[in-house]
């Protein structure tokens, strides 16, 4: 993937995985077996989004990150970003709180559903970078970042090889939204036969201020 892997990248990993190995035998997190899978289909795949555009110095938000994918590995990878967690659930945000902790990583944990935060100007096109895996269909999923996302800057959805429908419905809703879609970014994760997209997303104008709606107006009538 054309990354290299310091050693204190490689000793965060680590103290990650036990990390989460360990809260998922009480709380089941996420879906990890094993430390090959986990290796890879977690950790390799979400660094992968690096190679998409250049993180350095960027403030990013992972938006749904769960058990802190890819938020975390970016956040060890890409050291001079500055990332914040978001996610719905308390008991995972306060596990990423424990996880930046021992890793010593500044990266901040937030609680909070996405479409709300973006309706707080604290949040509201504050980022240079919205990431996302595997929260939503892509036309809810641009509702809920793209609002977040600075214009100038990107919103990247980390999806599967097989998403032409799903992309070719969300094109309305991201040009609704001040958005412009980029050409795809595909890169195979390494060890595996699975080709990752990443659905790339320029914020080219403002939202304007009636998005995002609430989160059942967005599932109901997605743009
Ligand atoms: N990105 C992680 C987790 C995916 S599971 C991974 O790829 O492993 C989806 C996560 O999104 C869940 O943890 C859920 O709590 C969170 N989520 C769903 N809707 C959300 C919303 N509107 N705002 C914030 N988080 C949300």
Redo the contacts with the bound molecule.
């Keep these: 993937m054309g990354l290299t892997a310091e050693d204190t990248a490689l000793r965060r990993c680590r103290l990650y995985y036990d990390m989460l190995t360990d809260y998922n035998s009480r709380f089941n997190l996420?879906a990890i077996k094993g430390e090959e899978d986990g290796a890879r289909l977690?950790f390799l795949d979400s660094v992968g989004i690096l190679g998409a555009y250049n993180f350095s110095g960027k403030t990013v938000v992972?938006?749904?990150?769960?058990?802190?994918?890819?938020?975390i590995p970016v956040a060890i990878w890409e050291q001079s970003a500055k990332v914040t967690l978001?996610?719905?659930?308390e008991k995972?945000v306060d596990f990423l709180r424990e996880v930046c902790k021992a890793l010593s990583l500044s990266a901040k944990a937030v609680h909070?559903?996405?479409?709300?935060?973006a309706q707080d100007w604290d949040f509201r096109e504050s980022y240079d970078i919205a990431v996302?895996?595997?929260?939503?269909r892509l036309n809810v999923l641009t509702e809920?970042c793209l609002p977040l996302v600075k214009v100038g800057g990107v919103f990247m959805a980390?999806k599967s090889a097989d998403s032409d429908e799903e992309i070719a419905e969300a094109e309305k809703a991201a040009v609704t939204l001040g958005g412009k879609l980029l050409p795809l970014y595909t890169y195979t994760i390494p060890g595996t036969d699975i080709t990752r997209r990443v659905v790339m997303v320029e914020k080219v104008r403002n939202t304007p201020e009636k998005y995002p709606r609430h989160?059942g107006v967005i599932k109901k009538k997605p743009l």
Excluded: I, N, Q
């Excluded at 978001?86 to 659930?89: A, F």
């Excluded at 996302?132 to 939503?136: E, G, H, L």
């Design positions: 996420t977690h992972d938006v749904g990150t769960g058990a802190g994918f890819p938020g978001v996610d719905s659930t995972k909070g559903r996405a479409e709300e935060l996302s895996r595997a929260v939503a809920l980390m989160y």
